[in-house]
Structures are given as C-alpha cells and as structure tokens.
C-alpha cells in the first residue's frame, strides 16, 4: 500500500519525504520530517495508526493526518476522526481520490 500511495502522490507532483512500516516508525519520521500532511494506516504492525495518532497529535497539534482503512473499519475511522485525522481514506482507493483528499487536508490552516 505504501509504495501505491507513493507512486501515486508523486505522479501527482507531491514530493514524499518519508516512510515507515509501523505506527512508532511513523511518529519518530514525524517528529523527525514534520510533513505537511502524513497519510497512515489504521492497522500496523507494533503500533497501530490509531495509537500513533495521538502520539502524533500530541507533538503536533496542528498535524495533517489522513488515515487509510479496509472497508468494514468504519468504527475505526470515526475513533481516528474522533483523535484528530483530518480525513480518511477507504481501500481500495483510487488515484483521483487520494490526490483529491490530500490536497484538501494540505490545504486545511
């Protein structure tokens, strides 16, 4: 999935400064890279996206955080709203509606 995401961000002119396999890996390439917006998986290995996400928000309360879920993760999703996610994802996704999302949230203030 990550490598979709990428290919599709950048055929789309967004530069990806960053990636990790995991939710601790995502929030020290967060505190590390400070993106302006991060797109994470709600289930990971280690720590999920929905325990990274606080941690994330919590460094960051201004973090531009899109989460990416399977169909049938409905509650999760609203739990990642409910933490600060900005917007959400449903997989399988399509191209124009990632680079649509992400350029919303990256234009949220």
């Given at each position: 999935m990550r490598l979709a995401i990428k290919?599709?961000?950048?055929?789309n002119g967004f530069e990806v400064v960053g990636e990790a396999a995991n939710g601790l890996e995502g929030?020290?390439?967060y505190?590390?890279?400070?993106?302006?917006?991060?797109?994470?998986?709600?289930?990971m290995p280690e720590?999920?996206?929905?325990?990274?996400?606080p941690e994330?928000?919590?460094?960051?309360?201004?973090?531009?955080?899109?989460?990416?879920s399977a169909m049938g993760q409905e509650s999760m999703v609203?739990?990642?709203?409910?933490?600060?996610?900005?917007?959400?994802i449903i997989?399988?996704?399509?191209?124009?509606?990632?680079v649509k999302t992400l350029n919303q949230v990256n234009a949220l203030k």
């Open positions: 290919n599709m961000l950048q055929n929030l020290e390439s505190k590390h890279l400070r993106p302006d917006v991060v797109t994470m998986d709600i289930t720590m999920s996206g929905l325990d990274a996400l994330i928000m919590k460094f960051d309360p201004k973090a531009k955080v899109v989460m990416v609203r739990q990642a709203v409910a933490l600060g996610a900005k917007s959400f997989k399988p996704f399509k191209e124009d509606v990632v």
